[in-house]
């Protein structure tokens, strides 16, 4: 029998301060959210990113990329469970912010995790539509040397950060996690999870979830009339390609006219883009 965890690991580095002004967060929060993503292979951010920027998003995702809302076979998006589909999100026009991939109280988090040669390898959307169903129990990739020993002291290599553009809950599918199983070495994905407890943290709006390329999980099913799109920034260390996920889309697409909108300080971000 599955157990279900109560709370997830939650860090909250917004204040009370406006957008406008953040500054880098303190370094005990830092440490502290680094703590908590090693030892769990996840943490939750709560209300970090502005409701309404979340809703142009979600706006503007909806007017670009609506015919991926409607039917699940696409030849340039990624199946990735019943009435699921992996979209590769092209950053212009309201994606192409730095609040949206180097938001100032998260970058540094992630550099904590990742080192500061960190580099943004992925920015898409799976979007769960009305009737879909659980997702298979898996890892977004697995260990690097399929070695137990090895696999079990090397650190985060890639991590996804989400995004919900709406508020994610029971009745349109939360993301399933089994904390600390990026740190198990095993194939047996079913078996593991049938051994281990599990947590559906939900997330309001501008909220985000942050967890570990190897963590197992699973996306829950979409019991609502609406599709559920959840954006996503993979990050990773700069040698790190994914072999696995691009089957049919590349990762991460940048228009030429909006890659010089993106400041020179996050230009380094961007060095394995296809710019279109």
Request: charged share 20%; aromatic share 8%; net charge negative.
């Amino acid at each position: 029998m599955l157990a279900q965890l109560r709370f997830s690991p939650a860090v909250r580095v917004s204040g009370t301060e406006s957008l406008q002004e953040l500054q880098q967060p303190d370094p005990e929060t830092v440490e502290q959210a680094f703590e908590l993503f090693s030892t769990e292979g996840y943490l939750v951010l709560p209300e970090i990113f502005p409701p309404e920027l979340i809703d142009k998003l979600h706006s503007s995702f909806l007017a670009t990329y609506s015919r991926y809302c409607t039917h699940e076979h696409h030849a340039d998006a990624l199946l990735v469970g019943n009435r699921r589909v992996m979209v590769t999100v092209r950053l212009e026009g309201p994606f192409n912010d730095p609040l949206i991939y180097a938001h100032p109280l998260i970058l540094p988090i992630l550099k904590r995790i990742l080192g500061p040669e960190l580099i943004l390898s992925g920015l898409g959307a799976v979007v769960s539509l009305p009737g879909s169903a659980d997702q298979q129990v898996h890892r977004d990739l697995s260990h690097l040397f399929g070695d137990e020993t090895l696999d079990a002291i090397i650190p985060c290599y890639a991590l996804n950060l989400l995004i919900p553009l709406v508020e994610v809950n029971e009745e349109n599918g939360m993301t399933r996690l089994w904390p600390g199983s990026h740190a198990v070495f095993d194939a047996h994905y079913t078996e593991l999870a049938q051994q281990m407890p599990f947590v559906d943290p939900p997330l309001a709006k501008g909220s985000c979830l942050l967890f570990d390329y190897r963590l197992i999980h699973l996306g829950r099913a979409n019991r609502s009339p609406a599709p559920r799109p959840l954006l996503y920034n993979t990050y990773s260390r700069a040698w790190f390609r994914d072999p696995v996920n691009y089957t049919r889309q590349p990762p991460l697409v940048i228009p030429a006219q909006e890659k010089e909108r993106i400041p020179a300080e996050h230009q380094r971000l961007f060095v394995t883009a296809q710019i279109v």
